[in-house]
Protein backbone atom coordinates (compact mmCIF):
# COMPACT_ATOMS: atom_id res chain seq x y z
CA UNK A 1 0.00 0.00 0.00
CA UNK A 2 1.32 3.60 -0.87
CA UNK A 3 1.89 6.16 2.03
CA UNK A 4 0.09 8.85 1.88
CA UNK A 5 2.19 11.27 4.08
CA UNK A 6 0.82 14.83 5.31
CA UNK A 7 -0.09 15.95 1.48
CA UNK A 8 -3.84 16.79 1.01
CA UNK A 9 -3.68 15.14 -2.58
CA UNK A 10 -1.63 11.91 -1.65
CA UNK A 11 1.70 11.93 -3.27
CA UNK A 12 4.26 10.81 -0.97
CA UNK A 13 7.20 12.40 -0.09
CA UNK A 14 9.14 9.90 -1.93
CA UNK A 15 7.39 11.05 -5.23
CA UNK A 16 4.76 8.06 -5.53
CA UNK A 17 1.46 8.52 -7.20
CA UNK A 18 -1.44 8.89 -4.45
CA UNK A 19 -4.52 6.12 -5.15
CA UNK A 20 -6.07 9.25 -6.72
CA UNK A 21 -3.04 9.81 -8.95
CA UNK A 22 -3.13 6.16 -10.13
CA UNK A 23 -6.82 5.86 -10.46
CA UNK A 24 -6.78 9.31 -12.79
CA UNK A 25 -3.77 8.47 -14.96
CA UNK A 26 -6.08 4.86 -15.41
CA UNK A 27 -8.93 6.81 -16.57
CA UNK A 28 -6.93 9.00 -18.66
CA UNK A 29 -5.65 5.59 -20.43
CA UNK A 30 -8.89 3.87 -20.87
CA UNK A 31 -10.05 7.10 -22.27
CA UNK A 32 -7.73 7.02 -24.95
CA UNK A 33 -8.52 3.98 -26.10
CA UNK A 34 -11.59 4.83 -26.67
CA UNK A 35 -11.51 7.53 -28.40
CA UNK A 36 -8.84 6.28 -30.80
CA UNK A 37 -9.36 6.11 -34.00
CA UNK A 38 -12.23 9.06 -33.73
CA UNK A 39 -11.35 12.09 -35.32
CA UNK A 40 -13.98 14.40 -33.43
CA UNK A 41 -12.50 12.84 -30.15
CA UNK A 42 -8.64 13.50 -30.22
CA UNK A 43 -8.02 10.89 -33.00
CA UNK A 44 -5.70 12.14 -36.11
CA UNK A 45 -8.24 13.77 -37.85
CA UNK A 46 -6.04 13.77 -41.11
CA UNK A 47 -6.16 10.10 -41.77
CA UNK A 48 -9.29 9.63 -40.15
CA UNK A 49 -13.05 10.16 -41.29
CA UNK A 50 -16.54 9.86 -40.91
CA UNK A 51 -19.68 9.53 -42.40
CA UNK A 52 -22.67 11.41 -41.56
CA UNK A 53 -26.10 10.10 -42.84
CA UNK A 54 -29.32 11.75 -43.09
CA UNK A 55 -31.71 10.34 -42.00
CA UNK A 56 -33.27 12.47 -39.63
CA UNK A 57 -34.97 15.60 -41.06
CA UNK A 58 -37.49 16.70 -37.95
CA UNK A 59 -36.55 18.38 -34.76
CA UNK A 60 -38.06 19.42 -31.92
CA UNK A 61 -36.69 22.54 -30.97
CA UNK A 62 -36.24 25.83 -32.81
CA UNK A 63 -33.32 27.46 -32.30
CA UNK A 64 -32.40 31.23 -33.58
CA UNK A 65 -29.73 30.51 -35.40
CA UNK A 66 -31.14 27.85 -37.53
CA UNK A 67 -31.66 27.37 -40.99
CA UNK A 68 -32.24 24.13 -42.91
CA UNK A 69 -33.67 25.68 -46.41
CA UNK A 70 -30.77 25.96 -48.49
CA UNK A 71 -28.27 23.23 -50.24
CA UNK A 72 -25.32 24.61 -51.62
CA UNK A 73 -22.36 22.23 -53.12
CA UNK A 74 -19.81 24.30 -50.84
CA UNK A 75 -21.80 25.21 -47.85
CA UNK A 76 -20.71 23.82 -45.02
CA UNK A 77 -23.02 23.93 -41.65
CA UNK A 78 -24.33 21.69 -39.52
CA UNK A 79 -28.64 21.31 -41.07
CA UNK A 80 -27.23 21.26 -44.72
CA UNK A 81 -28.13 17.81 -46.79
CA UNK A 82 -28.61 17.16 -50.32
CA UNK A 83 -31.31 14.53 -49.56
CA UNK A 84 -32.63 13.04 -46.78
CA UNK A 85 -32.16 8.99 -46.75
CA UNK A 86 -34.14 6.25 -45.76
CA UNK A 87 -32.45 3.90 -43.39
CA UNK A 88 -32.30 1.42 -45.98
CA UNK A 89 -31.21 3.81 -48.54
CA UNK A 90 -28.20 4.81 -45.76
CA UNK A 91 -27.00 1.32 -45.00
CA UNK A 92 -26.34 0.99 -48.99
CA UNK A 93 -24.38 4.59 -48.64
CA UNK A 94 -22.44 3.23 -46.24
CA UNK A 95 -22.00 0.03 -48.71
CA UNK A 96 -20.70 1.90 -51.37
CA UNK A 97 -18.45 4.37 -49.40
CA UNK A 98 -16.42 1.52 -47.52
CA UNK A 99 -16.04 -0.72 -50.71
CA UNK A 100 -14.50 2.34 -52.20
CA UNK A 101 -10.49 2.37 -52.40
CA UNK A 102 -9.78 6.01 -52.58
CA UNK A 103 -12.51 6.79 -49.29
CA UNK A 104 -13.27 3.57 -47.80
CA UNK A 105 -10.13 2.63 -45.68
CA UNK A 106 -10.18 6.46 -43.99
CA UNK A 107 -13.78 5.74 -42.69
CA UNK A 108 -13.61 5.13 -38.74
CA UNK A 109 -17.32 6.43 -37.90
CA UNK A 110 -21.24 6.50 -38.88
CA UNK A 111 -22.46 9.77 -37.36
CA UNK A 112 -26.17 10.83 -37.55
CA UNK A 113 -26.22 14.69 -36.66
CA UNK A 114 -29.79 15.64 -38.66
CA UNK A 115 -30.75 17.63 -40.38
CA UNK A 116 -33.10 17.79 -37.68
CA UNK A 117 -32.45 15.95 -34.63
CA UNK A 118 -31.52 12.14 -34.85
CA UNK A 119 -33.40 11.31 -31.49
CA UNK A 120 -36.99 13.38 -32.73
CA UNK A 121 -36.27 10.61 -35.67
CA UNK A 122 -37.19 6.40 -35.25
CA UNK A 123 -34.88 6.19 -38.17
CA UNK A 124 -32.07 7.11 -36.30
CA UNK A 125 -32.46 3.82 -34.49
CA UNK A 126 -33.05 1.74 -37.80
CA UNK A 127 -29.65 3.29 -39.44
CA UNK A 128 -27.66 2.62 -36.73
CA UNK A 129 -29.19 -1.33 -35.96
CA UNK A 130 -28.52 -2.19 -39.49
CA UNK A 131 -24.85 -0.27 -39.84
CA UNK A 132 -23.76 -1.82 -36.50
CA UNK A 133 -25.05 -5.85 -37.61
CA UNK A 134 -23.60 -5.52 -40.96
CA UNK A 135 -19.97 -3.15 -39.66
CA UNK A 136 -19.69 -4.08 -36.14
CA UNK A 137 -15.73 -2.49 -35.99
CA UNK A 138 -17.20 1.13 -37.23
CA UNK A 139 -17.71 3.62 -34.37
CA UNK A 140 -21.39 5.00 -34.30
CA UNK A 141 -21.81 8.66 -33.32
CA UNK A 142 -24.79 10.79 -32.60
CA UNK A 143 -25.65 14.55 -32.33
CA UNK A 144 -28.77 15.95 -30.23
CA UNK A 145 -29.88 19.15 -28.95
CA UNK A 146 -30.42 16.77 -26.01
CA UNK A 147 -34.14 17.02 -25.43
CA UNK A 148 -35.49 13.54 -25.62
CA UNK A 149 -31.76 12.23 -24.69
CA UNK A 150 -32.81 10.79 -20.50
CA UNK A 151 -35.70 8.73 -22.54
CA UNK A 152 -33.35 7.61 -25.20
CA UNK A 153 -29.69 6.92 -23.79
CA UNK A 154 -30.50 3.28 -23.09
CA UNK A 155 -31.61 2.21 -26.54
CA UNK A 156 -28.33 4.07 -27.76
CA UNK A 157 -26.51 1.94 -25.63
CA UNK A 158 -27.93 -0.86 -26.16
CA UNK A 159 -27.53 -0.14 -30.12
CA UNK A 160 -23.70 0.58 -29.32
CA UNK A 161 -23.40 3.95 -29.39
CA UNK A 162 -19.72 4.62 -29.00
CA UNK A 163 -19.35 8.52 -28.85
CA UNK A 164 -22.04 11.11 -28.28
CA UNK A 165 -22.28 15.50 -28.94
CA UNK A 166 -25.06 17.57 -27.09
CA UNK A 167 -25.32 21.10 -27.86
CA UNK A 168 -25.72 23.31 -24.79
CA UNK A 169 -25.93 26.84 -25.35
CA UNK A 170 -26.80 27.69 -21.58
CA UNK A 171 -27.33 26.88 -18.30
CA UNK A 172 -30.02 29.57 -17.09
CA UNK A 173 -33.01 29.34 -18.58
CA UNK A 174 -33.60 33.10 -19.10
CA UNK A 175 -30.63 33.18 -21.39
CA UNK A 176 -31.96 29.95 -23.44
CA UNK A 177 -35.18 31.46 -23.95
CA UNK A 178 -33.06 34.23 -26.13
CA UNK A 179 -31.32 31.39 -28.11
CA UNK A 180 -34.45 28.51 -28.55
CA UNK A 181 -37.58 30.10 -29.88
CA UNK A 182 -39.71 26.97 -28.99
CA UNK A 183 -39.41 23.29 -28.15
CA UNK A 184 -41.96 20.53 -28.78
CA UNK A 185 -41.98 17.93 -26.11
CA UNK A 186 -44.03 15.16 -26.00
CA UNK A 187 -46.88 16.88 -28.47
CA UNK A 188 -46.75 20.31 -26.33
CA UNK A 189 -45.61 23.51 -27.46
CA UNK A 190 -43.56 25.68 -25.19
CA UNK A 191 -42.10 28.81 -25.66
CA UNK A 192 -39.49 31.29 -23.43
CA UNK A 193 -38.17 30.18 -21.02
CA UNK A 194 -40.52 27.56 -19.79
CA UNK A 195 -39.36 25.53 -22.89
CA UNK A 196 -35.86 26.07 -22.65
CA UNK A 197 -36.10 25.54 -18.48
CA UNK A 198 -37.46 21.76 -20.23
CA UNK A 199 -34.48 21.34 -22.74
CA UNK A 200 -31.93 22.56 -20.02
CA UNK A 201 -33.42 20.27 -17.69
CA UNK A 202 -33.21 17.18 -19.77
CA UNK A 203 -30.14 17.69 -21.90
CA UNK A 204 -28.19 17.79 -18.71
CA UNK A 205 -30.23 14.35 -17.62
CA UNK A 206 -29.42 12.97 -20.37
CA UNK A 207 -25.64 13.90 -20.14
CA UNK A 208 -25.30 12.40 -16.60
CA UNK A 209 -26.88 9.32 -17.84
CA UNK A 210 -24.60 9.23 -20.63
CA UNK A 211 -21.37 9.77 -18.25
CA UNK A 212 -22.79 6.82 -16.04
CA UNK A 213 -22.99 4.22 -18.93
CA UNK A 214 -19.49 5.26 -20.33
CA UNK A 215 -20.29 7.32 -23.33
CA UNK A 216 -17.40 9.24 -24.92
CA UNK A 217 -19.02 12.81 -24.38
CA UNK A 218 -18.49 15.80 -26.70
CA UNK A 219 -20.52 18.95 -25.77
CA UNK A 220 -21.20 22.02 -28.68
CA UNK A 221 -21.59 25.24 -27.35
CA UNK A 222 -22.53 27.76 -30.21
CA UNK A 223 -21.34 31.37 -29.00
CA UNK A 224 -23.46 34.26 -29.72
CA UNK A 225 -21.86 37.26 -28.80
CA UNK A 226 -24.03 39.54 -26.43
CA UNK A 227 -25.83 36.72 -25.04
CA UNK A 228 -24.70 33.73 -24.11
CA UNK A 229 -21.00 34.86 -23.28
CA UNK A 230 -21.13 34.27 -19.76
CA UNK A 231 -22.78 31.10 -20.03
CA UNK A 232 -20.04 29.23 -21.47
CA UNK A 233 -17.93 28.93 -18.42
CA UNK A 234 -20.95 27.56 -16.93
CA UNK A 235 -21.87 24.95 -18.75
CA UNK A 236 -18.01 23.96 -19.29
CA UNK A 237 -18.03 22.88 -15.16
CA UNK A 238 -21.09 21.30 -15.18
CA UNK A 239 -20.64 19.19 -18.79
CA UNK A 240 -17.39 18.12 -17.16
CA UNK A 241 -18.56 17.26 -14.03
CA UNK A 242 -21.67 15.00 -15.57
CA UNK A 243 -18.76 13.59 -17.81
CA UNK A 244 -18.07 14.84 -20.44
CA UNK A 245 -14.54 14.32 -22.05
CA UNK A 246 -14.32 17.58 -24.23
CA UNK A 247 -15.85 21.28 -25.38
CA UNK A 248 -16.24 22.56 -28.73
CA UNK A 249 -16.90 26.21 -28.31
CA UNK A 250 -17.95 27.26 -32.44
CA UNK A 251 -19.27 30.48 -33.49
CA UNK A 252 -22.43 31.44 -34.36
CA UNK A 253 -23.53 31.28 -38.36
CA UNK A 254 -25.62 34.38 -38.40
CA UNK A 255 -28.94 33.39 -40.16
CA UNK A 256 -32.97 32.97 -39.38
CA UNK A 257 -33.84 34.88 -36.22
CA UNK A 258 -30.33 35.53 -35.36
CA UNK A 259 -29.13 37.16 -38.88
CA UNK A 260 -28.44 40.27 -36.92
CA UNK A 261 -26.11 38.68 -34.75
CA UNK A 262 -21.94 39.75 -35.44
CA UNK A 263 -19.75 36.42 -35.32
CA UNK A 264 -17.20 36.49 -32.81
CA UNK A 265 -13.88 37.03 -33.87
CA UNK A 266 -10.97 33.97 -34.35
CA UNK A 267 -9.40 36.19 -31.69
CA UNK A 268 -12.38 36.04 -29.58
CA UNK A 269 -12.92 32.62 -29.88
CA UNK A 270 -9.59 31.73 -29.14
CA UNK A 271 -9.44 33.70 -25.84
CA UNK A 272 -12.66 32.42 -24.85
CA UNK A 273 -11.41 28.46 -25.39
CA UNK A 274 -8.08 29.17 -23.81
CA UNK A 275 -10.33 30.90 -21.11
CA UNK A 276 -11.87 27.01 -20.50
CA UNK A 277 -9.77 24.57 -21.53
CA UNK A 278 -8.23 24.68 -17.88
CA UNK A 279 -11.97 23.26 -17.38
CA UNK A 280 -12.31 20.91 -19.68
CA UNK A 281 -10.63 20.24 -22.61
CA UNK A 282 -11.14 22.23 -26.06
CA UNK A 283 -12.19 21.06 -29.73
CA UNK A 284 -10.26 23.26 -31.73
CA UNK A 285 -10.78 21.41 -35.31
CA UNK A 286 -14.59 21.56 -35.84
CA UNK A 287 -15.71 22.62 -39.53
CA UNK A 288 -19.21 22.86 -38.62
CA UNK A 289 -20.10 19.74 -40.67
CA UNK A 290 -23.29 19.21 -43.16
CA UNK A 291 -25.36 16.58 -42.25
CA UNK A 292 -24.29 14.26 -45.22
CA UNK A 293 -20.39 14.76 -44.92
CA UNK A 294 -18.35 12.26 -45.79
CA UNK A 295 -14.30 12.02 -45.41
CA UNK A 296 -11.78 14.10 -43.45
CA UNK A 297 -12.68 16.61 -41.20
CA UNK A 298 -12.51 20.02 -43.73
CA UNK A 299 -11.83 17.96 -46.50
CA UNK A 300 -15.30 16.49 -46.88
CA UNK A 301 -15.15 14.05 -50.93
CA UNK A 302 -17.70 14.07 -53.36
CA UNK A 303 -17.90 10.12 -53.66
CA UNK A 304 -18.83 10.48 -57.53
CA UNK A 305 -15.61 12.29 -58.41
CA UNK A 306 -13.67 10.18 -55.92
CA UNK A 307 -14.27 7.48 -58.00
CA UNK A 308 -14.45 8.87 -61.29
CA UNK A 309 -10.76 9.90 -60.22
CA UNK A 310 -9.65 6.06 -59.94
CA UNK A 311 -12.19 4.10 -61.97
CA UNK A 312 -12.33 0.30 -61.36
CA UNK A 313 -10.64 -1.56 -63.75
Known sequence: MLSTGNDARGITSRGRFS????????????MKNKIQGHPCFGGNHHKNGRMHLAVAPKCNIKCGYCSRKHDCANESRPGVTSRIMTPQEAIEKVREVMASPIVGPIIKVIGIAGPGDPLANEETFETFRMVKEEFPNLMLCLST??????ESIDRLYELGLHSLTVTVNAVDPEVGA????HVTYHGKHYTGVEGA???????????????????????NSVLVPGVNDGQIPLIAARVKE?????????????QAELSHITPP????MAEIR???????GQFAHC??????????????LNMTIAEAACPTP
Do not use: H
Open 197 to 219: KILIANQFEGLRRAGELGLTIKV
Open 19 to 30: FWEVNDMATACE
Open 287 to 300: KQCRADAIGLIGKD
Open 242 to 254: LGAFVMNIMPIIP
Open 265 to 268: SEEY
Open 274 to 280: KANEGII
Open 178 to 181: LIYR
Open 145 to 150: NGLLLP
